[in-house]
């Protein structure tokens, strides 16, 4: 148990340190391939991101392994299950950490994170099933939460699309699939509580807008934030709530 939380701690520790240079990489390699002249970011904001995004990082990846070491069952089908699964779940985090960065700065969530992300999370999903004794289920779980976003996202998209004649603002394709791959790897009942956390997020964010007077509807915003605040409550559901996790 200690094991897992060392280990988890010490990932975040060494990742998060090196998250800008692998974000300011990847930023680069986006710029490259699309033909963008590169990052045109605020000092202070680019300061802030360089301050803000590794600490939570480290945080992030500590609270995993925290979970994970409290709450390993008595005995698992093989022993290295719960350390690759919290790691995997650690690699989660890394890449929605990646992809804050690089939407922050150039608006854009590249196709191969959400790929990356998509794979680690029917990874998490597999080992998560194995460890309860049904991979299938847990896979299931992920196809129906899958589903659950793909409709809440073409709802919401189409509502926008009509209340601004047709004008798409608000939130980019590239967060609307990175929402749909961060929901297989949290399953069902975890997509619930990777809504509720990201609605309640966002929420808070129009609210400080609306009363400061600089939002308007027709405003694109950077999902990714919400999105990793969603993905942790969605990834800590079955730790702390075991009751109701199939």
Not at 31 to 39: E, I, S, V
Not at 212 to 236: H, I, K, N, R, V
Request: with cysteine; proline share 5%.
């Amino acid at each position: 148990m200690t094991a897992i939380l060392i280990t988890t701690a010490l990932y975040g520790i060494v990742i998060g340190l090196c998250a800008e240079g692998i974000s300011q990489r990847a930023t680069e390699h986006v710029c490259h391939r699309k033909g963008l002249a590169g990052p045109d970011i605020d000092p202070s904001r680019r300061d802030a991101l360089r301050l803000a995004l590794p600490l939570t990082h480290i945080a992030a990846c500590a609270a995993m392994g925290l979970l994970a070491s409290r709450s390993l069952p008595a005995s698992t089908p093989l022993a290295s299950m719960p350390m690759a699964q919290s790691l995997i779940g650690c690699m989660l985090l890394t890449t929605v950490i990646v992809a804050v960065w690089i939407e922050l700065t150039i608006n854009i969530i590249p196709n191969e994170l959400v790929i990356l992300t998509l794979l680690l999370g029917l990874a998490y999903r597999v080992l998560s099933g194995w460890l309860r004794g049904d991979v299938l289920s847990s896979l299931l779980g992920s196809l129906g939460a899958f589903m659950i976003t793909l409709v809440l996202f073409v709802c919401s998209i189409a509502s926008a699309l009509k209340a601004s004649n047709g004008i798409s603002h608000g939130v980019g394709a590239g967060a609307f699939k990175m929402a749909l791959a961060l929901s297989v790897a949290v399953g069902f009942p975890g997509v619930v509580f990777f809504y509720l956390g990201l609605f309640a997020t966002v929420a808070v964010y129009f609210l400080f807008k609306l009363l400061t007077g600089s939002y308007s509807f027709l405003t694109e915003f950077p999902l990714s934030p919400f999105l990793f605040l969603g993905l942790l409550c969605g990834l800590a559901c079955p730790y702390l709530l075991p009751a109701i996790w199939p």
